[in-house]
């Protein structure tokens, strides 16, 4: 059992990051927390993480080791809460957990082969997802849909199960052996031998259109899927290697050196996570897709494997060196200031070598090089050999002894800044001109917020957006915790996620989660487009624009109508994370709506 949290604050380097050269010598910070969440006293392995929790399979039954192959049960961590959650204990063994939201899904062997379970953190539902004959395996899943390995039939497929319809469909279930499978979205990607040796396949669960991802003479293993981006283990050089491959622009590339072994990778977003054993044993190591850079983040005696990660936070499994066997699960809360290093830095650290805590060497970073007036930059210390003094020398005039200086440059133009690093008696400068760019202020179009609330938030925009704001693309930099964005399909009775690309308008509402409250700008057209609403029997999800809507026969309120036919019609509020009354024309009380809210309503006949 978890007697307790051992939390270790690193405010130093966890770890070397370089960009992948063939010399490998250069190497940037990584800062962060690392908390070790288990008691070391027996066998851990395959952590997971989510939004909110973590979940790894606990050896607590076995502690001398003897009998792990039939003792599992899933153990985990609230790291919101920073709290223990309760086990998931049956009979027999629990392995290979994936999970999402609060949902927990894993292959379990309680009857004599395997199945794929499902249990849920906060309520304890529980439900078996498939109980069937042959093995079900190597589960994942998204937040309404569940993918699995499957040998019903002898030889080894992929299946699918819709948690909102409550039903089994075939992903795969072509000749030779599909295992391995991953989701993301609609899109599930697995290890294919359909060709003589395995290769990355995948398949559109919205188009149902099946496509390769990588058809090599060579292995590849191991894949996984965030968004548009594939990885997997690939053999094509000798050894192991991770490469990605972005399914939008076709692009493929190794993100890892070929010097030594690369395994297991995982990717959230534009961050893949792997075990690297170039050092000899098993390390953690981080490459950053946006940036190109990698990032060593483990660097011990100890075997560190089987990583996952989940935005800022990994989660791995430390394997000591023990007489007994025992293991531990850490995870490691970055702060990221090493994704602010740009090119210039780049090279001004890779020229002074490796950063150490004896040899002075100045270096900064900056979260934007450019803006309009007035331009609040923040300016950040990496430097390395521990300096306890600083000057800053803004290009305007302005100067600041801070570490960490925040500055305001009031007038446009191209300054030069000066940063000098002190220790005792010895400096180092490092001088970059024209490092910021500062622009005039633009002109503001009529503008407004939508305040996001923490939680879910059933919203539309009031007015039509105006061009660069008229796609989901303006919620972004909402922090969604992993949750995709939900509209309603009402012609077809379905829900679709939503990407950045997809339209935004007044007349379609959807489903938006967010970790805080947040204002987010939007800029609207000066005249309404001609856009019309279209409803259909049966539940609509609607927005309402501010302008009248002719066709309309019951007043909602002062410029705001609903459709002829309309029985039922129910807001959100978002505040209380509930649904509000439901109004109908017999009681006579209508909603006053938020013109930047969406609503529920039940159509009876069009």
Known sequence: MISGFVIIFLTGILGSGSVITDQQNSTLPIQGTVIQLTDGNHLRSNPVIGDRYIVWEDYCND?????????????????????????????????????SGSSVVWQDNSRTNWDIRMSDIKTGYDLDICRLYGDQMNPDTSEWTVVWQDKRDYTTDIYGYDLVRLKEFPVCIDIGEQTEPQISGTRVIWSDDRNGNPDIYGYDIETMIEFPVCRDLTAQLHPDISGDIVVWEDYRSGKSQIYSHDLTTGEEKAVSPSGGGQYNPKIHGNRIVFEDDRDGDKDIYLF????????????????????????????????????????DVFLLVLDFMYQKADIYQEEMIRSTGCCSDTTLSAAFVSDTRKGPVPANISFTDISCGQPDQWIWRFGDGGFSIDQNPTYVYQNPGSYTVSFTAVTGNTSD????????????????????????HKGWNLIS????????????QVFSGVGSDGHSLFGYDAGNATWTRLTPADRLSPYHAFFIFSGEKTD?????????????????????????SQKIDSDAEDSLSAGVKLPPGWLYCIGFNATEQRYNEISTPDTGILPKPDPASGYWIWIDAV
Not at 87 to 94: A, F, M, V
Request: glycine share 6%.
């Open 63 to 99: 502690i001398r080791g003897r009998d792990w192959e039939r003792n599992t049960d899933l153990y985990g961590y609230d790291w919101i809460w920073n709290k223990a959650i309760t086990p998931i204990k049956r009979p027999s063994r629990q392995t290979e957990p994936v999970i």
């Open 288 to 327: 950053d897709l946006k940036e190109n850079r990698l990032y060593q983040v483990t660097c011990s005696s100890a075997e560190e494997v089987t990583p996952d990660i989940f935005g800022d936070r990994i989660v791995w499994v430390g394997e000591h060196k023990t007489a007994i066997p025992s293991s």
């Open 429 to 452: 400068t490092v001088v970059i001109p024209d490092y910021i760019i500062v622009t005039e202020k633009a002109a503001i179009p009529a503008c407004g917020n939508i305040t996001i």
């Open 461 to 472: 925009p009031p007015r039509s957006p105006a061009e660069g704001f008229d796609t989901m």
């Open 520 to 544: 987010v700008g939007i800029c609207y057209r000066e005249t309404e487009t001609d856009e019309t609403r279209e409803f259909f029997p049966g539940w609509n999800l609607v927005g309402f």
